[in-house]
């Protein structure tokens, strides 16, 4: 079973009224070369479209909270806080 395949079992329940995970200044990322949030998260959150000047675009609600955008942006320029509760991924197994 591939990753994808793997991911699309998990259940999500995505909060709503706070996006967890954010960028937090765009101007880090418009100076950022290596943009490694757009390929250290197994579900790509992080799109950008590639012009430069353009924002870095969060998909919060994809989020599988593993935590490692925040790691390795160098910047230090993620916001990360797991969703309360109830709420963001229900991991089945593991």
């Known amino acids: 079973m591939q990753l994808q395949d793997k991911i699309m ?5 995505p909060d709503n009224s706070i996006q967890h995970v954010a960028v937090h200044n765009q101007e880090h990322c418009l100076t950022c ?3 490694q949030c757009l390929t250290i998260c197994p579900t790509g959150v992080f799109k950008w479209d590639c012009q ?3 924002p ?3 998909h ?3 989020c ?6 925040r790691l390795i942006c160098r910047f230090d320029n993620i916001l990360f ?3 309360p509760g109830g ?3 229900a991991y089945w197994e593991g």
């Open 9 to 13: 079992l998990i259940h999500f329940n």
């Open 33 to 35: 070369e290596e943009k």
């Open 52 to 54: 430069a000047g353009s």
């Open 56 to 58: 870095i675009l969060v």
């Open 60 to 62: 919060y609600k994809q």
């Open 64 to 69: 599988v909270e593993c935590g490692a955008c």
């Open 81 to 83: 806080e797991y969703p």
């Open 87 to 89: 709420m963001g991924v």
